[in-house]
């Protein structure tokens, strides 16, 4: 917390962004006030965190909350590299594969939804293609399990994810509530 006693976006980060911060995943989103000071944070973390290859993009932003991504460029990158992503992107008119192109469709599918999440988030977040589909047949129900995300396929494989990313957000913000900083959390690429 902030003198004010408001949250600050370091722990926003530590506690909701860990996995990506300690490369377990690509990428991590996050829903934050759009306060000033937040965005003055924002802007300090994107500098700081740049040379460890984690960067930041607002998707979706109105007066009061902001969605940010909070992504490893090299591993999304792979990630969008994947036949199986592109193919199942283009189905939602995804065209052009380079990330800023990517990401401008994204922000545009995210405003054109006032901010809800286009099933195609999950390929950005790293979720498992084949649940992904599973999510959008189903409707949303039927999962096998659920956790960081809903499961259609390989239900023992997701918990033990879910597990690991669970133990990384715990760790990682004990060890930030101890004093460690961002910087000193973040593996680098």
């Known amino acids: 917390m902030d003198q004010r006693g408001n949250i600050t976006f370091r722990q ?3 506690r909701f962004c860990a996995p990506a911060l300690a490369g377990l995943k690509c990428a ?7 306060t000033e000071a937040i965005n003055r944070e924002l802007d300090a973390m994107a500098r700081e965190l740049s040379d460890k290859n984690i960067f930041f993009r607002i998707l979706y932003q109105d007066r009061e909350r902001m969605l940010v991504l909070v992504y490893r460029y090299r591993a999304l990158q792979d990630r969008l590299a994947d036949t199986g992503c592109r193919e199942f992107l283009q189905e939602f008119g995804y065209e052009s594969f380079e990330l800023e192109a990517v990401f401008d469709r994204l922000q545009m599918r995210m405003g054109a939804d006032k901010g809800q999440f286009p099933h195609e988030i999950g390929v950005f977040l790293g979720y498992p293609l084949e649940d992904i589909r599973g999510f959008i047949q189903n409707r949303g129900r ?6 960081e995300w809903k499961v259609y396929h390989e239900p023992e494989k997701a918990q033990k994810t879910f597990a690991k990313l669970k133990k990384c957000r715990d760790v990682y ?4 509530q101890n004093g460690r900083s961002v910087m000193q959390l973040t593996v680098p690429a």
């Open 12 to 14: 926003v980060l530590v």
């Open 28 to 34: 991590n989103m996050v829903s934050c006030p759009n």
């Open 142 to 147: 039927n999962g096998l399990c659920c956790g």
């Open 173 to 176: 913000w004990r060890l930030f």
